[in-house]
């Protein structure tokens, strides 16, 4: 009998390029998750072509990330940046490439389509029925979480984007959630049959993300050996809420005066989505709060930077309104920093409460200080956490999730060829 191989997925990510910096733009832990799981499927023998929207008129048709890794940079629209709400005015003109693309070789180039986030989902529809090949989709955020959990401020995403979800749910032929409270927002909210939901964790990169001096890392970082520091790392908008880092860091300065001299709040990372509107947010609150003396802004850093800032802090300090699963959480604990979380969505999972960290309902900024706080004041309770940081982290390397991706991968082709599959390793 005739068996097909998983040899070649066309990933697209439409509106963020892989090669982004995350933590600049619409660039986060999607970009991170596509670039991590695509080098891993390359050395487990499975070339990965990802198709994403050029933003400069100077970047080449076809750039290698790695070996086996290729992204085409495909023309759609202005090639300035653009607004996430705008992108779907140019969905023709992508998917058009994509097929254009395609259409070069002989056929059967691709064996499965793998898209992130709806808009990529709407393309990946098309282009499934096009080839005849599996649609594989990753959500990343979805709307209809989005507006349950809406900060204070913060606009509900659009019907347009909640009707372009609940389409591709109903023709993809499986779903990736990351954690298994996904997969059942997927199954309650948006009606998609279990048996083509499968939850696959994200990994971090544990070569990168590692334990190291403490001592160097502030060194490099000029920060004080002494100094409280409590880090913050993402994209600066209402929905990752940092400002609730600020306030919390406020009122303990108003609880305990003479933490002043030694407390560091530092923000990494830069203006995105609805932050865009106020790229200078931070900046006046803190002023506002009387606390600028202490609040470090900082732009988006590569892994190596990144990784001797998680090092640095006492706590890295994830208070979102939603996450898909939290990878920050995750590179903060394979550092062997613990972290004070949010309780919601994928951060239950990506942070173990009481053991790699501590999760906090609600985004009251008084509770946020009491949390933080007391591990300032508990250096041994820190170092436990610390270690069961590391141990947690230790289970979610990117191998795994690009081993179970191909699993996802092969039960795609067969349950839509109904022929035995093999996967190349």
Same mark, same amino acid.
């Given at each position: 009998m005739r068996r097909r191989r998983v040899d070649r997925v066309a990933t697209i990510s439409m509106h963020t390029s892989p090669l982004d910096q995350p933590g600049t733009g619409?660039?986060?832990?999607?970009?991170?998750?596509?670039?991590e799981s695509a080098k891993r499927l390359a050395q487990a023998g499975v070339e990965v072509e990802i198709f994403t929207r050029a933003t400069a008129r100077d970047l080449p048709p076809v750039a290698e990330l790695a070996p086996g890794v290729l992204v085409r940079h495909l023309t759609a629209g202005p090639y300035e940046e653009m607004d996430r709400a705008d992108l779907p005015g140019q969905l023709c003109a992508f998917l058009s490439e994509v097929l254009r693309t395609e259409a070069m070789y002989d056929p059967g180039r691709y064996a499965v389509i793998h898209s992130h986030y709806w808009l990529s989902g709407q393309v990946g529809w098309l282009a499934k029925e096009r080839w005849g090949v599996p649609l594989v989709h990753t959500m990343h955020t979805m709307a209809k979480v989005k507006n349950l959990l809406l900060a204070s401020g913060?606009?509900?995403?659009?019907?347009?984007?909640?009707?372009?979800?609940?389409?591709?749910?109903?023709?993809?032929?499986?779903?990736?959630?990351?954690?298994?409270?996904?997969?059942?927002?997927?199954?309650?909210l948006?009606?998609?049959p279990e048996s083509r939901v499968a939850v696959v964790n994200p990994g971090v990169n544990l070569t990168v993300f590692q334990p190291a001096s403490r001592g160097a890392s502030r060194h490099r970082l000029g920060l004080p050996q002494d100094a409280h520091v409590l880090l913050f790392v993402g994209r600066i908008q209402p929905l990752k809420a940092p400002d609730v880092?600020?306030?919390?860091?406020?009122?303990?300065?108003?609880?305990?005066?003479?933490?002043?001299?030694?407390?560091?709040?530092?923000?990494?990372?830069?203006?995105s989505g609805n932050g865009l509107a106020r790229p200078s947010l931070l900046t006046e609150l803190a002023t506002e709060l009387g606390i600028s003396d202490v609040v470090r802004l900082v732009p988006p850093a590569p892994q190596e930077e990144l990784a001797d800032?998680?090092?640095?802090?006492?706590?890295?300090?994830?208070?979102?309104?939603?996450?898909?699963?939290?990878?920050?959480?995750?590179?903060?604990?394979?550092? @062997?920093?613990?972290?004070? !979380? $949010? &309780?919601? *969505?994928?951060?239950? =999972?990506?942070? +173990?409460?009481?053991?790699?960290?501590?999760?906090?309902?609600?985004?009251?900024?008084?509770?946020?200080?009491?949390?933080?706080?007391?591990?300032i004041a508990e250096p041994r309770r820190r170092a436990l956490?610390?270690? @069961?940081?590391?141990?947690? !982290? $230790? &289970?979610? *390397?990117?191998?795994? =999730?690009?081993? +179970?991706?191909?699993?996802?991968?092969?039960?795609?082709?067969?349950?839509?060829?109904k022929v035995p599959v093999a996967v190349n390793f």
């Open positions: 619409d660039a986060g832990g999607m970009n991170v998750y596509i670039v913060d606009k509900p995403e659009p019907p347009a984007r909640v009707v372009g979800e609940e389409q591709v749910v109903g023709v993809a032929d499986r779903l990736v959630a990351n954690t298994a409270d996904e997969a059942r927002e997927l199954i309650e948006y009606g998609a880092l600020l306030r919390a860091a406020a009122r303990m300065l108003i609880d305990d005066p003479s933490l002043r001299g030694r407390l560091v709040v530092a923000c990494v990372g830069g203006p800032w998680y090092r640095a802090a006492d706590v890295t300090v994830v208070p979102s309104y939603s996450e898909s699963f939290g990878l920050v959480a995750l590179e903060s604990q394979a550092c @062997g920093t613990p972290v004070v !979380a $949010a &309780a919601v *969505g994928g951060l239950r =999972t990506a942070v +173990r409460d009481g053991v790699s960290g501590l999760l906090v309902d609600g985004h009251d900024p008084h509770l946020w200080a009491q949390a933080l706080a007391g591990l956490l610390s270690a @069961g940081a590391r141990a947690h !982290a $230790a &289970a979610f *390397g990117w191998q795994a =999730t690009s081993a +179970r991706l191909l699993d996802v991968y092969a039960a795609a082709v067969a349950n839509l060829h």
